[in-house]
């Protein structure tokens, strides 16, 4: 099998003596969709935070394609192409949907690279291509229509798909998702799958945090469980639906 695109060797975070994600390894393999799944305070989110750099790790490596990326900042894991959304979206309430995709931080990573360089007409040319580029982006997400409309006014399933058009500026490869399903009506729940799997589809690779299970079951491959911090499951889908602890404990009632 080809190198992993994302690979973490023994990962932990500690808050006090709490051990939030503890000795954490796992590969990402490039394309695939992997869906973490596991209960409540599981330690899902602090390794997300972890991975893209919110938070460092008390130990462990993170490796991106390769390099070691260990407790870079967000904005340097952005530029290399790692991209991430929040359980609750937090938009520019505001600003438009469209500034808002004007605004995200691959944008500015162009503008602070440049801007200091560039007379006023070639900023006007740079702010119209980003305008262009957000607005290609908003057409994806089905959000074109509402690009002048304040973000802090469109629905919370339209403003995961903001999320995504967001990070989707900064055209990156890997991709973390942290619930994007929850919340979401049945209608846009369907529209975000089909765009997460036409950007997979174009080689693009998503780990996703989800507690539906319908939907890890149906579109993620792997599946990787967590429990009080540790990693207790790795398989396919099928795997995860006939493991009988991982049934018991995790998916319960939810998979009958
Ligand atoms: N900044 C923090 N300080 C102290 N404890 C924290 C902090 N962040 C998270 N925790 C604790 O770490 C544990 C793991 O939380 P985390 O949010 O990662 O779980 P999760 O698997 O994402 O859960 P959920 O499915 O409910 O989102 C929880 O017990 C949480 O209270």
């Not at 590969?27 to 409540?40: C, E, S």
């Not at 260990?70 to 790692?82: I, N, R, V, Y």
């Not at 491959?221 to 911090?229: C, K, S, T």
Request: include cysteine; charge should be negative.
């Amino acid at each position: 099998m080809a190198d992993p695109i994302l690979s973490i060797r023994n990962v932990s975070k500690t808050f006090g003596e709490f051990r939030a994600v503890n000795d954490v390894s796992l590969d990402i393999h490039a394309g695939t969709i992997t869906g973490l799944i596991g209960p409540n305070g599981a330690g899902k989110t602090t390794l997300f935070n972890v991975l893209t750099g919110m938070l460092k790790p008390t130990g462990g490596t993170v490796h991106l394609d390769g390099q070691n990326v260990t407790g870079f900042s967000p904005d340097a894991l952005f530029s290399l192409g790692l991209g991430r959304t929040f359980q609750i979206p937090r938009p520019f309430a505001k600003m438009s949907v469209l500034e808002n995709v004007m605004l995200s931080p691959m944008a500015q990573v162009g503008e602070r690279v440049w801007g200091p360089f560039l007379g006023a007409a070639k900023m006007r040319d740079q702010e119209a291509t980003i305008r262009k580029r957000a607005m290609e982006v908003l057409d994806f997400v089905t959000l074109a229509p509402l690009a002048d409309q304040a973000a802090g006014q469109i629905s919370g399933g339209q403003m995961k798909l903001l999320e995504l058009a967001r990070i989707l500026m900064g055209d990156p490869k890997l991709i973390l998702l942290d619930e994007p399903a929850a919340g979401v009506n049945p209608t846009l729940t369907k529209t975000l799958i089909e765009k997460i799997e036409e950007l997979n589809r174009d080689g693009k690779t998503f780990v996703i945090i989800e507690h539906d299970m319908d939907f890890v079951m149906q579109h993620c491959d792997p599946v990787i469980a967590l429990a009080e911090g540790r990693k207790v499951f790795e398989g396919t889908a099928d795997e995860a639906q006939s493991n009988p602890v991982l049934l018991d404990a995790y998916l319960g009632a939810q998979v009958e």
